[in-house]
């Protein structure tokens, strides 16, 4: 009974492919998100999804899209993967809006490495 | 961009008290401070939230002065199982969530 989870754990894939991770959220929260973690621990938010909206879109690459496809569920796509997206990424949700003073909770995260 | 700065590491021994104090000099006037512990190969959660003043709960305490420009975790007679990394979260306004480094605890025998 997982609040938050991720699929696939480690993801390890050669530079110009395509990857998707999944994240789902069993606590009804109505917001999501998505963070990247580099080797230095700098946590950093990417997106941010409330009943399946767009509310934050930080300065990304193109290359990534969000799709959220149901409240409970916030899907991660990367095209042509670049070996400066190796990384962890971590979903999480909250109640509500992206504040930021709603507690978040974070899925166990997904290592990528991009050779 | 503004953000929170937090000192990248601090080293402790079991028994000690850790204070780790975040600086967020454009924090939002209705937002809270909220800080979060990380141990490896988990995703951070969250310990402990305030607006002002002192909090305290079961893990920690969190201080907050009256300008609200930065805040100090504290953590009590730490002990090995303490060893983490620590982020302070202070929203900025407009969506804007800075986590930051985070700041690593080492907590030795």
């Known amino acids: 009974d997982t609040a938050v989870s991720q699929t696939p754990k480690y993801l390890v894939t050669q530079m110009g492919n395509d990857k998707s991770i999944k994240c789902e959220q069993n606590l009804g929260h109505d917001t999501m998100y998505w963070y990247k973690q580099d080797s230095k621990k700098f946590l950093k938010i990417m997106f941010s999804y409330n009943n399946k909206e767009l509310i934050i879109n930080e300065t990304v690459p193109n290359r990534f899209s969000p799709k959220s496809p149901d409240k409970a569920h916030l899907n991660l796509h990367i095209n042509s993967l670049e070996l400066g997206d190796s990384a962890v990424y971590f979903c999480a949700s909250s109640q509500m809006a992206a504040s930021g003073t709603d507690t978040q909770y974070f899925g166990p995260g997904t290592r990528l490495t991009v050779l | 961009l503004a953000k929170t700065t937090q000192p990248i590491s601090m080293d402790s021994y079991e028994g000690q008290e850790v204070n780790i104090t975040c600086s967020h000099n454009n924090i939002a006037t209705n937002d809270y401070i909220t800080w979060y512990q990380q141990f490896p190969s988990q995703g951070p959660r969250f310990i402990i939230q305030g607006y002002k003043t002192k909090v305290t709960n079961e893990v920690a305490s969190l201080f907050i002065p009256a300008d609200r420009k930065s805040s100090t975790l504290s953590l009590p007679r730490v002990s090995l199982s303490d060893t983490a990394v620590y982020y302070c979260?202070?929203?900025?306004?407009?969506?804007?969530?800075?986590f930051g480094a985070g700041t690593t605890v080492t907590v030795r025998a």
């Open positions: 979260l202070a929203p900025l306004g407009d969506y804007k969530l800075s």
